[in-house]
């Protein structure tokens, strides 16, 4: 009994490191009131270092949603201010390079037009120079071939339903993913039309 009472109590500790290592701290230090939190307190730049490399692994970051996160973690302004130059000056924080990919992938994946990703890209603290700068590279044709194609998967499932409603339901689609209501509406149309449908007396503009 002694032995085994022994091996459990040498096996300890091998347990608590293994939890320690796989997500038993929190991720910017050790838990308050444990042994390894007794020690001097943290350089802020480090603790800034950690948390938005954290974060740049996880996913791309803009540099306000990083000193936003700098903010909640309490750390100096003056140290997430020079972390944060430090990290835009070796390209890890690029807010030019993260606007475009938002852009090109957003469209790509979401059919989402350029009204709605310079909205995304503002709540996510990009300048507003940068936002104009990565939606004008959307090209006008690019974006309405976009809309056609989205209006083209919703057609089938609309059929029977009243024409002015069906009508406003497309329309409101595109509306929701930032398009115009001009090009929105002419889209539609153009859909309705192609199939063989009926488009006299259809709205031009919401009503």
Same mark, same amino acid.
């Given at each position: 009994?002694?032995? +085994? ?16 290592? @796989?997500? /038993? ?5 050790? +838990?308050?009131? @444990?042994?390894?939190?007794? /020690? ?21 970051? =803009?540099?306000? +949603? ?31 390079? &993260? ?5 090109? @992938? ?16 503002? +709540? ?5 120079? =940068? ?14 071939? =976009?809309?056609? =194609? ?27 993913? /930032? ?5 929105? &509406? ?10 063989? @449908? ?7 503009? &919401?009503?």
């Amino acid at each position: 009994m002694g032995e +085994q009472a022994g091996l459990k109590e040498r096996g300890a500790p091998r347990r608590r490191r293994k939890r320690e290592r @796989s997500g /038993g701290w929190p991720p910017d230090g050790p +838990q308050e009131g @444990s042994a390894a939190s007794e /020690g001097p307190p943290a350089d802020p730049e480090a603790v800034a270092r950690a948390i938005c490399l954290r974060l740049l692994t996880m996913a791309p970051k =803009t540099r306000a +949603q990083l000193a936003d996160a700098l903010r909640k973690r309490d750390v100096p302004d003056e140290a997430a201010n020079a972390v944060l130059e430090r990290f835009s000056e070796v390209g890890l924080i690029d807010d030019e390079a &993260f606007a475009a990919a938002w852009v090109s @992938s957003r469209h790509a994946g979401r059919g989402l037009a350029r009204r709605a990703l310079a909205q995304e890209l503002r +709540q996510r603290g990009v300048a507003e120079e =940068t936002v104009k700068d990565a939606v004008g590279r959307l090209d006008p044709d690019e974006e309405a071939e =976009t809309a056609r =194609t989205l209006v083209e998967r919703k057609l089938a499932a609309t059929r029977g339903v009243e024409p002015r409603a069906r009508m406003r339901r497309l329309v409101g689609m595109l509306a929701r993913k /930032g398009y115009s209501p001009g090009l929105a &509406f002419r889209v539609v149309r153009e859909a309705i039309e192609a199939e063989g @449908s009926p488009a006299d007396g259809l709205p031009d503009t &919401f009503e």
